[in-house]
């Protein structure tokens, strides 16, 4: 899925969502992994999916971006490393900018940050691609 997309998607996001989440993890190189585990039991083999971090290739629960400002937060510091920003909320939803970008408006602060650190990765590969 193209930045963008997943920009307008998240835009009109009425709820923190899972898939969301996992269009988020794999634009930030997350990879997903199936494999066959023993239950505790030992009754049967069952699939179960796995989430590889980025950096390391280690498996890793997929953050909730869209749900855990925490999570946002850490999309935000891993798309663009050394930013600064803020995130402010009232009763219709959530507003968050990223530098001196624009302000970027959600249903839910975590939203917001998503979107606010998603469209300036998406503005600085416009860039280096002209």
């Not at 923190?16 to 269009?23: A, F, G, M, R």
């Not at 280690?58 to 510091?77: G, I, V």
Request: hydrophobic letters at 40%; glycine letters at 8%.
């Amino acid at each position: 899925m193209a930045i963008s997309d997943l920009i307008l998607q998240l835009q009109h996001a009425k709820e923190p969502s899972k898939e969301l989440d996992i269009s988020i993890g794999i634009v930030m190189g997350y990879k997903r992994h199936v494999k066959t585990v023993e239950k505790e039991d030992g009754s049967q083999k069952e699939r179960k999916v796995v989430w590889l971090y980025p950096n390391n290739g280690n498996e890793s629960s997929l953050p909730a971006f869209t749900a855990k400002l925490d999570d946002a937060y850490f999309l935000a510091q891993s798309l663009v490393p050394g930013c600064v920003g803020g995130v402010s909320w009232d009763s219709r939803g959530g507003t968050a900018r990223i530098d001196d970008g624009p302000y970027f408006t959600a249903t839910t602060p975590a939203l917001a940050l998503c979107i606010a650190a998603l469209s300036v990765k998406h503005f600085q590969q416009d860039a280096e691609s002209k």
